[in-house]
């Protein structure tokens, strides 16, 4: 009698417990992603980024700026540049809707820093968010 009692008193916190309502969140126009927009200061050169969550991640996640060097980001991103242009030409293999533009990106060119530092931190959110490798490299954080 006594564990009947104990199991009645356990199922009622359990079907208690599993009756809690849940609340949508909504999400203000103040609050929605806004496309990064990566140039350098004469303008010759943009990049923007649409991607939802990259913001955040390169404000949390991040290094600072000048945490790698230029030639280091350059290095890399040659890198990840060849291999996402391999497949954004080839949607058959890969999935279309992830590598949807090429990316022209000359390694003669001086970009500048900020660009190179922001097309990086994308390659890092990108193999983040959808759980591929770019290259042999680490995933930074």
Not at 54 to 72: E, G, R, V
Request: glycine share 4%; charged share 20%; hydrophobic share 40%.
């Amino acid at each position: 009698m006594k564990n009947l009692v104990y199991l009645s008193i356990v199922l009622m916190i359990f079907v208690s417990a599993c009756g809690t309502s849940k609340k949508a969140v909504t999400v203000s126009d103040d609050q929605k992603e806004v496309p990064v927009v990566i140039a350098n200061d004469s303008l010759e050169y943009e990049i923007i980024i649409i991607d939802p969550g990259f913001n955040t991640y390169l404000n949390t996640i991040a290094k600072p700026m000048t945490y790698y060097s230029q030639d280091f980001l350059e290095s890399h991103n040659r890198i990840y540049v060849n291999e996402w242009n391999n497949r954004a030409r080839n949607p058959m293999r890969y999935k279309a809707g992830i590598y949807e533009n090429v990316i022209d990106y000359n390694p003669a060119t001086d970009y500048g820093l900020e660009v190179n530092y922001k097309l990086f931190w994308y390659f890092q959110f990108a193999q983040r968010k959808y759980n591929m490798r770019l290259s042999g490299f680490r995933i930074y954080d």
